[in-house]
């Protein structure tokens, strides 16, 4: 009923949508190309592992956490890509629970992963720049980086990533 406040209102949210998108962009544009780090993970039974140790093939890492609602959906069908594509390898990295926490999770939803690991002072996260979970990056197997997604996967986007 207020033409003029509808306006800045339309134009407001018009400026918060375009630096949303290009932050967006420049964030993807600035992390492509980055190599794996070479951060120390831990094994659910404590052996020291590196992400950088796994180059040769394309690598996924899905950055997660028991507590999150969409890393949790996500799960299953992360599970059954890793058993489907074993021209890839998957890794799933948790952040900050512990080992029983994760390993307790696991058990109970039935879910068998290969390479599961801790992050626990959330060092890794830090350093491929994820602010939000589920974080999931997509690396050449050469180490580069190549895509990330922020947020839920579905089979077809992850399809779609593996299929690029």
Not at 32 to 49: A, F, H, I, W
Not at 72 to 88: A, G, K, S, T, Y
Not at 93 to 114: H, I, W
Request: hydrophobic share 35%; charged share 25%.
């Amino acid at each position: 009923r207020r033409p003029g406040q509808r306006r800045a209102l339309t134009v407001a949210m018009s400026i918060g949508l375009a630096i949303w998108v290009s932050g967006g962009l420049i964030l993807d544009h600035y992390q492509k190309g980055n190599s794996l780090p070479d951060t120390t993970l831990r094994t659910l039974t404590g052996e020291p592992v590196r992400a950088s140790d796994y180059r040769g093939k394309p690598v996924v890492i899905n950055l997660w956490a028991t507590w999150c609602p969409p890393c949790r959906r996500e799960m299953p069908v992360l599970r059954d890509m890793q058993r489907e594509r074993e021209d890839i390898t998957f890794l799933f990295v948790n952040q900050a629970e512990s080992a029983g926490e994760v390993s307790d999770y696991l058990s109970k939803k039935q879910l068998v992963l290969s390479n599961s690991f801790l992050d626990p002072d959330g060092e890794f996260a830090r350093q491929v720049g994820s602010a939000a979970l589920p974080t999931t990056l997509f690396y050449s197997p050469d180490g580069r980086l190549i895509d990330s997604h922020l947020g839920e996967l579905s089979r077809a986007s992850l399809t779609h990533y593996l299929d690029k």
